[in-house]
């Protein structure tokens, strides 16, 4: 149906176009241009990836495998309450 409507749109433009004298055809352009554009910017605000590209946290995935990150960021974790432990004893101190 939908293929359908959009060949039934095009055949309507196609004839309204060839209604027109040949200056004009320049000025018709230049608006669909516009329109284009204007679209493209809008689904840039609403989606800021092409649809072509991948996510990229999915793109990343399995990038780390190996490198135990989740023990690396455990441990700075620690580090950190540690530190933090210090200066709270030395502030009172």
Do not use: C, W
Request: aromatic share 2%.
């Amino acid at each position: 149906m939908e293929e359908e409507l959009n060949r039934h749109t095009e055949q309507k433009v196609i004839e309204k176009l060839k209604l027109l004298d040949p200056e004009q055809i320049p000025e018709v352009y230049d608006f669909i241009e516009r329109l284009a554009e204007k679209g493209r910017k809008k689904q840039e605000m609403i989606s800021p990836t092409p649809k072509n590209q991948k996510d990229p946290i999915h793109a990343l995935r399995g990038r780390g495998k190996g490198e135990r990150l989740v023990e690396r960021l455990l441990q700075s974790r620690r580090e950190d309450r540690n530190r933090d432990e210090r200066r709270r004893t030395d502030i009172r101190t």
